[in-house]
């Protein structure tokens, strides 16, 4: 049972480039959600999903897409990625919507240059 | 948009101390949760409070949820230094999403 798990953990892209952070879990969890963490900023939601085939934005979802095709996977992507976008991003899950105890994956430490 | 607001931002200590850490906000939550983060992982839960007035206890740590359910608190007894870390809130309300605090950074020095 891995839980939570995110990949890469470090990316450097260099502005206006895109790419996909990858976030999986195998806890059966219907509820999935990105946040960006920054220093002194706590953790802020982007973009979560309550079910397969169902997102809906966050506090900060400008610049990020996502989709849900299956309860396991919740990708992260990129569009054109900006010096903004430098950040630790965490993937997380729930068994409930919420108020549930969210599960963290590691985390993925982007650079934008 | 919901804000929770954290205090102290940073607090360095001795092994042996008490420490308390508050989360408040202006907003109303149907629960609250505590979580601690040590570098380079994600959050772990601690604790979640659902009723005003509530306290809860997980050995050395004591959590709190205010009556009105706007703040919480978390006092740490006796601190150690397996307790360093990053503690931040979590406010729930009937919505689908978390609200985070900015965390509190606590540092125990042996």
């Known amino acids: 049972n891995a839980g939570v798990t995110q990949t890469p953990k470090f990316q450097v892209l260099k502005t206006g480039q895109s790419m996909t952070l990858q976030c999986a879990q195998d806890m059966n969890h219907e509820y999935m959600s990105w946040y960006r963490q920054d220093p002194g900023m706590g953790l802020r939601l982007i973009h979560y999903s309550v079910g397969a085939g169902i997102t809906d934005q966050g506090e900060v979802p400008n610049g990020y897409n996502v989709s849900r095709s299956t309860t396991e996977d919740f990708p992260l992507r990129l569009l054109s990625a900006a010096p903004s976008q430098t950040s630790v991003y965490f993937c997380?899950?729930?068994?409930?919507?919420?108020?549930?105890?969210?599960?963290f994956g590691p985390g993925t430490r982007l650079l934008v240059l | 948009t919901q804000l929770l607001e954290q205090s102290p931002q940073f607090l360095s200590i001795q092994e042996g101390e008490n420490l308390t850490v508050y989360c408040n906000s202006s907003?109303?939550?149907?629960?609250l949760q505590w979580y601690r983060q040590e570098p380079g992982e994600g959050p772990v839960l601690l604790v979640t409070v659902v009723t005003g007035g509530e306290v809860k206890k997980l050995k050395r740590l004591t959590f709190q949820f205010g009556d009105a359910r706007k703040d919480s608190s978390l006092h740490i007894t006796a601190a150690q230094p397996g307790d360093t870390g990053l503690y931040l809130c979590?406010?729930?309300?009937?919505?689908?999403?978390?609200?985070f605090g900015g965390g509190t950074r606590l540092m125990v020095k042996p």
């Open positions: 997380a899950s729930s068994y409930s919507r919420g108020s549930g105890a969210q599960y």
């Open positions: 979590a406010g729930h309300n009937a919505g689908n999403m978390l609200t």
């Open positions: 907003s109303v939550f149907s629960s």
